[in-house]
C-alpha cells in the first residue's frame, strides 16, 4: 500500500473540508436528543484524533480520548439543544 503525501495547500483543503464535514450532523438537530447524538460524534471523532496525536498512535490513549471527547460532545449537544418554540394565542371570539 502506497503512502498518500499531500502537498500543503492540498493538506490545509482536506483539514478544511474534514471540519466542514463533522459539522454536518448538527445540522437540522433539534431535540435534545439528536443534538447529543452530533455532539458525541463530532467529540468522539476529534477526541480519538487528539489522543492519536497525543500518544503517536497506540490504541489505548487512542480509545481513552474518542470516550472522553464522546462523553462530553453529548453532554455540550444536549446542553445546548434550542428550546421549543410555545405559541400562545389569545382566544379569539367572534361576535
Known amino acids: 500500500m502506497q503512502n498518500i503525501v499531500l502537498r500543503r495547500p492540498a493538506k490545509k483543503a482536506f483539514i478544511v473540508a474534514a471540519v466542514l464535514m463533522s459539522a454536518l450532523p448538527l445540522y437540522g438537530c433539534y431535540t435534545p ?3 447529543a447524538l452530533g455532539g458525541g ?11 492519536a496525536l497525543a500518544s503517536g498512535g ?11 471527547g464522546a462523553a462530553g460532545g453529548a453532554l455540550v449537544g ?3 439543544a434550542p ?5 400562545y394565542r389569545r382566544p379569539r371570539y367572534y361576535y
Not at 83 to 87: D, L, S, V
Open 41 to 51: 460524534l463530532i467529540g468522539g471523532l476529534g477526541g480519538a484524533g487528539i489522543g
Open 78 to 80: 444536549a446542553a445546548t
Open 33 to 35: 436528543g439528536e443534538r
Open 58 to 68: 497506540m490504541a489505548g490513549p487512542t480509545l481513552a480520548g474518542a470516550a472522553i
Open 83 to 87: 428550546q421549543p418554540r410555545r405559541y
